[in-house]
């Protein structure tokens, strides 16, 4: 959104919130911070390019399990241009700067009854709540589209979301086939 001006950007951000009237807002962390999340649209593909590019080699690592440095025009074209029926990628904006300081993916199955969800954020917005937030964001939209059960594969060694995935009631588990990742799950809305 760097390209546009700052009328053009809260006319944008009004049409997201009318297409995305419940998912679209300022939320609150645990720790105070509010900050204003909404889906993703293809013309966010620059700006989360630059978001990528300022998050650390680890947490990339973390994120797309890869050794990547740099995240694809195509990735990031998958991230903006979704099919809003499987998949969304809501974005956290620092309400001063309108910059991207998370993102978090959600992918469902073809059935949607499971989904997939990730989480990155910037080294200098972490320990202030926001990932829990988000993620709990990203459940409610889960559970309001009648998914039974969201899942994170984490690598065994990113215990910082494995915990906060945890305390949130995920449930970790072994991954089948590869010793070096853990799957994270969680049911919705009183799904066994």
Known sequence: ?????????????????????NWSGDLIARSGFSFF?????????????AFFDQVTPEDLRFRFLSGMRHVSDERI?????VDHQKTENFLAFDPDTMQIIAS??????????RAEVAISILPDYK????????????????EAKGIKSIESLESRSN???????REMGFTALP??????????????????
């Open 1 to 21: 959104m760097a390209d546009l001006s700052p009328n053009e950007t809260k006319n944008m951000d009004v049409a997201i919130a009318q297409t995305f009237p």
């Open 104 to 113: 978090g993916m959600l992918a469902a199955d073809d059935s949607l009854t």
């Open 175 to 192: 991954c089948p086939g590869d010793s070096t990742l853990m799957i994270v799950r969680a049911n919705l809305g009183g799904a066994a």
């Open 159 to 165: 215990h910082v979301a494995i915990e906060l995935e």
């Open 77 to 81: 074209q998958a991230m903006t241009d």
């Open 127 to 142: 320990q202030r709540g926001i990932s829990w937030t988000l993620l709990n964001h990203m459940a409610r939209f889960a």
């Open 37 to 49: 999340v909404r889906p993703a649209t293809p013309s966010d593909a620059s700006a989360l390019s």
